[in-house]
């Protein structure tokens, strides 16, 4: 299956969006098309060999709408030229509501104020004197208000033609009806001067003025929730400094860059590309990217990704990874494709957008014959049918959901939190069970020295002597022994003149000095001579708790025990307290012995530890969870935890871990830290709450305008909707839903 994004132009509310989804959905090969109206973009899913690039344009295209693929390497070009075409069309559309506005406020005056208030107005146009002149000049103005908002009539009458009604053919025929019927009074004045009270040329005109602010405030608002994705598009530099191999500098393009190729980054400049730092030590800043917000110290033979701000030193890095496979690319990507992923919970909303703006135009026309059957006249029908049809907000059905998405998932990006999809972040919020791997997701994932038991020598003086020891061995326990050393300046003691390796038993050294030293097991050192019932009671009591005492002994004495072990992470027993406070079952999952796994989950506060479990397995658990009525989140590191992770209703990969975990996964946490597991649910019950909340209104104002507008309070109250009340109504009805989803971005996770 080919995966691809599409810009789609043309788009103006949910109903526009929802005949592109279904048009395109019709094509055979099609596995997935969802639009998001706040993005303006489509993701598709099809079988290249069943339809082609061409035949999905050309349907978009006959549906009335433009459609262009989004190519990666021309995204950030693509990126800013639409930006800077929206930020012309922006002030295009402000300059020219402000006309439409002054001109309203003057069909205004002149419609409601002489008729209702007895506003002054000059004889010539008076209303009783000539009315002829007065509704002449109300039609100028209509005409020249209609002329600013033309682009609802050519989209919505387009629209029409075909067959894929939306919100700009409601406004259009609304308002057409409206002028059409005034048009007729203006010509019947001459021998009815009494009809001048049917004009309804300010109704007409004054729709589309309100409807064009509403939709220009809505388009402010719409481009707010798409700041996550243009800043991470921004991150990446458009130059790099390269480093030719004779050792001069030059700048060159981002993209003429490849693997293997070495640049300089200097002070406060953007890294370009992954890569490794093969020279320099410095600050990077990688906040934009993981949420960190203190700078990493990078020196040789770090990791560096593009995109993040070298703040100090001098790094020359080797790039690793070039377009679409850099960690920045694929964030982006990530993003966007959880954006363009709907929520579950969005299905209702999608399925009445579908059918809206027929059913609408349906009740507009029954309600208008209903009051002729009625015996009213023909112009309070013509109200009822415009102001049904410019009430109706198929937009605030389409935003609701979208736009909530858009912003979480920005919010949950900058927090270093990427989520995969819509679904992911709704079933989120259901997780009861947390199932976390221990190595690598609750430890640090490698060994650390934890105790140093000294028994004929200073504790400093073993350190430094096991250090010295170890540090001919590749051994993980060895290496951890040597990095505790290091932390504590640089290893002492007497140089080793013989080393030998003892597979699994431990190490045997000659020092320079004369001295024989041992390292490893109790079996070791008692075949070698050594009496070891010193060590028995701490070498037991640390195994129990799953550590690894490494027995050390000099010349057959024993000198002492340094223990390793995989620790906890320091986050760890927090970030568990937070899960149970949100009301989760925490449950600890190992292929490690019991003693090390019971150990762990003692310091971290889970309530179960499963342990002795192979990879396979791990699966079989988390179904069972699911068996029993469990909404499951998994959260694991590694290549084993992969399946674990599938099977989960919600897979959460820590960032630092495998490929094949990150790909397995709903949700990746790239600072590495357990404590964004809990941030993850909060900013999944924040984000579907606030769906709702955009639903319950979108439905609600709907529901409770239509028959309003209908004239259904009319028989009790005498109460009848302007068209231009309606108007106004609808668009604040869109521009509530986006700013509503907006609140998320000031949200603390």
């Known amino acids: 299956m080919k995966h691809e994004v ?24 099609v596995a997935r098309s969802d639009v998001n109206l706040t993005t303006n973009k489509m993701t598709i899913e099809y079988d290249e060999s069943k339809v082609t690039p061409d035949q999905i344009m050309g349907k978009v295209e006959k549906a009335g709408f433009h459609a262009s693929p989004v190519v990666e390497g021309e995204r950030k070009v693509k990126e800013k030229a639409q930006e800077n075409e929206e930020q012309k069309t922006f002030r295009r559309e402000r300059n020219s509501i402000v006309a439409a506005l002054i001109l309203s406020g003057v069909l205004l005056y002149l419609s409601m104020g002489a008729m209702m208030f007895g506003a002054p107005l000059p004889k010539l146009i008076g209303i009783a004197s000539h009315p002829v002149n007065y509704a002449a000049v109300q039609m100028l103005l209509a005409i020249i208000i209609i002329s600013i908002g033309r682009r609802f009539y050519i989209s919505g009458f387009r629209a029409l033609r075909h067959l894929n009604p939306n919100m700009d053919s409601l406004v259009a025929i609304g308002s057409s009806a409206a002028f059409l019927y005034s048009f007729v009074v203006f010509f019947l004045l001459s021998d009815h001067p009494q009809m001048v009270h049917q004009l309804y040329f300010e109704s007409s005109a004054i729709v589309v003025t309100l409807v064009s602010l509403g939709k220009h405030m809505e388009a402010g608002s719409k481009r707010k929730t798409t700041g996550a994705i243009r800043k991470l598009v921004e991150l990446a530099p458009d130059t790099a400094v390269f480093l030719q191999e004779n050792g001069t500098q030059r700048e060159v393009p981002v993209k003429t860059l490849r693997v293997g190729d070495t640049v300089l980054v200097k002070p406060g400049a953007r890294i370009p590309l992954d890569g490794v730092v093969t020279e320099g030590t410095g600050g990077v800043d990688e906040s934009m990217l993981t949420g960190e917000s203190l700078p990493v110290e990078k020196a040789a033979g770090s990791e560096v990704i593009g ?38 919970i969005s299905k209702i909303a999608d ?108 504790q400093n003086e073993l350190l430094a002597l096991a250090a010295a020891v170890e540090s001919g061995s590749s051994h993980p326990l060895a290496e951890a022994v040597v990095s505790r050393a290091k932390a504590g300046g640089k290893p002492g003691g007497t140089s080793v003149s013989d080393f030998e390796n003892l597979p699994g038993k431990g190490v045997r050294a000659k020092m320079q000095d004369g001295r024989e030293v041992l390292i490893g097991s109790e079996k070791l050192l008692r075949e070698n001579g050594v009496k070891t019932e010193t060590f028995q009671t701490d070498a037991s009591r640390l195994a129990s708790q799953g550590e690894t ?16 072990a995989d620790s906890i992470k320091k986050t760890s027993p927090e970030a568990i307290r937070q899960l149970k406070g949100l009301g989760l079952r925490v449950v600890l999952l190992t292929g490690d012995n019991k003693a090390a796994a019971a150990h762990i989950g003692r310091q971290a506060g889970v309530d179960e530890v499963i342990a002795e479990v192979l990879p396979e397995d791990k699966a079989m658990v988390v179904k069972r969870f699911q068996e029993d009525g469990s909404t499951v989140m998994m959260v ?30 709903d949700i990746i946490l790239m600072k590495s830290d357990l404590m964004d597991v809990a941030k993850a649910i909060h900013l999944s019950r924040m984000t579907i709450q606030n769906i709702k909340q955009n639903l319950f209104w979108a439905f609600f104002y709907n529901a409770a305008g239509i028959p309003i507008a209908a004239g259904a309070l ?25 700013s509503n989803a907006l609140r998320l971005r000031g949200k603390k996770l």
């Open 636 to 665: 694991g590191d590694g290549i084993n935890d992969a399946p674990a992770l599938v099977q989960a209703d919600v897979g959460c990969a820590i960032g630092s871990g495998s490929d094949i975990a990150i790909e397995s996964a």
């Open 549 to 564: 005492p490494l027995l050390i002994a000099v010349d057959q004495v024993p000198a002492g025990i340094i223990s390793v």
């Open 307 to 344: 995109g993040s701000i070298n703040q100090n030193g001098l790094l020359k890095v080797r790039i690793t990874r070039t377009g679409a496979d850099t960690t920045l690319a694929k964030i982006i990507r990530f993003v966007e494709d959880a954006q363009g992923k709907k929520a579950p």
């Open 714 to 738: 009319y028989p009790a109250f005498h109460l009848l909707l302007s068209p231009m009340i309606g108007a106004f109504a609808m668009s604040l009805s869109s521009v509530f839903v986006v």
């Open 6 to 29: 599409y810009l789609i132009e043309g788009m103006h509310c949910a109903a526009c969006s929802a005949s592109v989804e279904r048009v395109t959905r019709k094509l055979s090969g």
């Open 351 to 458: 399925r009445v957008a579908g059918v809206f703006v027929p059913i609408v135009m349906g009740i507009a026309v029954f309600a208008a014959v209903l009051w002729l059957i009625a015996g009213m006249q023909l112009s309070f029908a013509i109200q009822v049918f415009t102001a049904v049809l410019v009430i109706a907000c198929p937009c605030a059905m389409g935003l609701a959901t979208p736009t909530a998405i858009v912003v979480g998932t920005g919010l949950g990006a900058g927090n270093g939190i990427l989520i995969r999809s819509g679904e992911a972040l709704e079933i989120a919020q259901n997780a009861r069970v947390a199932v976390l791997d221990k190595t690598g997701t609750v430890t640090e994932g490698k060994p650390a020295v934890t105790e140093i038991l000294p028994r004929s020598m200073e």
